[in-house]
């Protein structure tokens, strides 16, 4: 697998280019402020409202989609993955240069057809494997996270080189950069962010509470102990696999760990990732997601309403309160 680095990407391929970043949220704002330190001339494309505002006081030049579109070279579409189609059609195709470079930090809209660039344009992926403000913190901190790059269109034979110097600009090239394609990024982003990341371990931590707490355990001690502890323990398995987190737990947990494992996380489980892997291949998941963004997402929100008004919320918060390293 061809990795990437620092070395491997020229800074000089964004010399005198001008980057837009459309949407000033989780990502768009994480490599705006990581490009302009990084050296890059960064303008940032909005409708009027709150990140508009926050753009502004962070310092950029902000334009509407279609002046930021009209100005630049490099045009990253940070939007939500519902929006993007809308607002290309709308702002972004009528104005976009020839030669210029289209990219994305997700494949969604190009995988599944809802934006098709004209063969004029470069048509690239920058996806940084982790959310937003940490692709920002890791960058303050020295670090990166590792990013996805992918090229769909090469219009001036220049559009690897771009990517690369766009993903050392945010910082993902101090930790790694590999090439993948866009079905590869958007099937397995979706696959990991519903059955692992968001899905799978909010599900996992919500039946643990709320078996200890129908068992008749205090809310706070179960909190403790399947929400706040999963960090520490994941921190362990990120920084050296599963072995490090085995070498730092009791034999007695590992034990546990080892043969209850299996029944908890069972061969149903295996069924159901291979069903959702299924509806996001065949397009079913995309097909159905917007379609519940034409009708105001009544099922995104009943959901996360219900989430939220969950006790492990508010014990959450009660918890975090306590401790002084939550305290502002
Ligand atoms: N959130 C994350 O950490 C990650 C997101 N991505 C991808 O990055 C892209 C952006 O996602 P997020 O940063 O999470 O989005 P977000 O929801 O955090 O931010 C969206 C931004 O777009 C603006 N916006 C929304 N509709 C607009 C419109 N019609 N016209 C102009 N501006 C509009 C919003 O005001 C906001 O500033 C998506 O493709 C997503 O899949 C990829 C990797 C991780
Ligand atoms: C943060 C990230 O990588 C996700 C979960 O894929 C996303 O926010 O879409
Ligand atoms: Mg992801
Ligand atoms: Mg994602």
């Not at 290309?88 to 809209?109: D, K, Q, V």
């Not at 920002?136 to 790059?149: D, H, N, Q, S």
């Not at 149903?268 to 009708?295: P, S």
């Amino acid at each position: 697998m061809q990795k990437y680095y620092e070395s491997d990407a020229d800074p000089g391929t964004l010399e005198g280019k001008t980057i837009a970043v459309i949407g000033y949220g989780s990502q768009g704002r994480g490599q705006a402020l990581n490009l302009r330190d990084s050296g890059c001339q960064v303008v940032i494309g909005l409708r009027p409202g709150s990140s508009w505002q926050r753009a502004s006081e962070d310092g950029f030049e902000v334009y509407s989609v279609t002046e930021a579109v009209k100005r630049a070279d490099i045009i990253q579409i940070l939007l939500p993955d519902e929006n993007q189609a809308g607002v290309y059609r709308a702002e972004i195709s009528p104005n976009i240069r020839e030669n210029a470079c289209l990219m994305f930090s997700h494949g969604f809209n190009i995988h599944y057809g809802q934006i098709v660039p004209p063969p004029t344009v470069d048509v690239v992926m920058v996806a940084p494997k982790g959310p937003g403000h940490m692709v920002r913190r890791t960058y303050e901190e020295g670090k990166g996270v590792p990013a996805l790059i992918a090229i769909h269109q090469d219009a001036t034979g220049k559009a690897h080189a771009i990517a690369l110097a766009y993903a050392r600009g945010i910082g993902a090239t101090r930790a790694v950069v590999l090439e993948t394609t866009f079905a590869e990024e958007t099937e397995t982003d979706l696959f990991g962010e519903q059955a692992v990341l968001c899905g799978g371990i909010t599900s996992l931590i919500k039946a643990g509470f709320e078996t200890l707490v129908d068992a008749g355990y205090a809310p706070e001690m179960a909190y403790l102990e399947v929400l706040h502890e999963t960090k520490l323990i994941v921190d362990l398995i990120y920084e050296g696999g599963f072995t490090k987190m085995r070498d730092s737990i009791s034999n007695t947990a590992q034990y546990g760990d080892l043969t209850r494992g299996p029944r908890v996380i069972g061969p149903e489980t295996y069924v159901a990732m291979q069903e959702i892997l299924e509806e996001i291949q065949n397009g079913e998941f995309a097909k159905e997601w917007m379609l519940e963004n034409m009708v105001n997402r009544p099922v995104f929100n009943a959901l996360t309403r219900a989430d939220e008004e969950h006790l492990i919320e508010q014990v959450g918060k009660e918890i975090r309160g306590f401790m002084p390293q939550f305290r502002k």
